[in-house]
């Protein structure tokens, strides 16, 4: 049981650090989605007031806008299997330590309950022999004494009256 409650307390942790992390790519996504739309609108801006003089410029903002965009993408999205994997693999290994929690408590519980039926039967097994000697005693005490007691009538009567 103490192990089990370890268990559960590592995984709490474990969720919890993984929640964080979690938290911090999508910060870090936001972050990064801000940044384009203001790239975005800064180029719009420039669309509108200056319409044919700084075309190139604007459109290596826009790429540059766009390329920095997939990079973090990108990258987030690396993160995030990444932690997923991690996630899957922490799963697996967990569920192997409860399997073995699992058998091992199974068989010390089967263990327990062997050493139970052992002891039960061989304490009804001593409780039938003493039964058994004590009926054979009681027989013994009853019989022997109403046995002499007869065979002493008896003689007595063939000797005074035979």
Sequence with gaps: MKEIR???GTQIQLQSKQQIELTEQLTQIEQASQRVNQAFQKTLKDLNSNKETNKEQLVATLKDAQNHFNEQTKTVNQRTIAELQKINSVQQDNNATLKALNDSLNQTVQKTMD??????????DRTHKNMSWYEIKNYLYAVI?????????FWLLTHFFA
């Design 6 to 8: 370890n268990y559960q």
């Design 115 to 124: 050493q139970v039926a052992n002891r039960l039967s061989t304490e009804i």
């Design 145 to 153: 004494p109403t046995g002499l007691l007869s065979g002493l009538v």
